[in-house]
């Protein structure tokens, strides 16, 4: 089975400080990806890598930035937390295209990240 | 980014009955997915669908992929109390190969 996992499961920070999320999955998977899940705006990708040192912005990428130095890592980072920033974080990760389920994302267990 | 149309945003059911939901893109997708997530968790994928036409079951759950590759839906026969959550479908192909378009969901409530 495919098993990612998030370090935090809650998370408070204040404003201003800088948060990192980390992500780890050990299924050797090429594609990881940051979402933020909000009620009434569901899954928005925030980034993504398709290999290690790559990344690629997704939807809503203002505000965040993400590091990907091992293949099974990806962190994302806040840089300088708001208030705005207050959601449930979800990292998932996927086999690379032209690999059978390459379009199948498996999703850690989520990060609920409270800004104050 | 684009959304999948999802519906019935919500629905309260009583136990034994079978739930039906559907998702639809004014895109052509290659692959449909549906997910489940419970309160607090993150989404468990349950079916994923690649051929146009496809029918696929899991336990209680069948799922098909519109001959259209427009839409899916997802059927729940003789629903049980541990059914209750939200469940998203998701599309992928349309567009940048490597992500997923995914709906806003729907949240299922089984009344005992």
């Known amino acids: 089975d495919v098993k990612v996992t998030q370090s935090s499961r809650y998370l408070v920070k204040r404003t201003g400080e800088k948060v990192f999320l980390e992500c780890v999955q050990d299924m050797d998977h090429e594609n990881m990806f940051w979402y933020r899940q909000d009620p009434g705006l569901g899954l928005r990708l925030i980034y993504f890598s398709y290999d290690v040192k790559m990344k690629e912005k997704g939807d809503i990428p203002e505000g965040y930035s993400v590091s990907r130095e091992k293949k099974e890592r990806f962190s994302l980072i806040l840089e300088s937390a708001s208030t705005n920033q207050t959601s449930m974080y979800l990292c998932?990760?996927?086999?690379?295209?032209?690999?059978?389920?390459?379009?199948?994302?498996?999703f850690g267990p989520g990060t609920r990240l409270t800004v104050t | 980014g684009q959304q999948l149309n999802q519906s019935p945003q919500s629905m309260f059911i009583q136990e034994g009955e079978d739930v039906s939901m559907n998702c639809t893109s004014s895109s052509i997708f290659n692959t449909w997915l549906w997910y489940k997530q419970d309160p607090g968790e993150g989404p468990v994928l349950l079916i994923a669908?690649?051929?146009?036409?496809e029918l696929t079951s899991n336990g209680r759950l069948t799922a098909q992929f519109g001959i259209t590759r427009k839409d899916s839906f997802l059927n729940i026969s003789a629903s049980i109390p541990s059914d209750v959550g939200i469940y998203f479908c998701a599309g992928g192909g349309s567009g940048s190969a490597r992500q997923l378009t995914f709906g806003s969901g729907t949240q299922l409530t089984v009344l005992p």
């Open positions: 998932a990760s996927s086999l690379p295209l032209g690999q059978g389920a390459s379009y199948e994302q498996y």
């Open positions: 669908l690649y051929k146009a036409g």
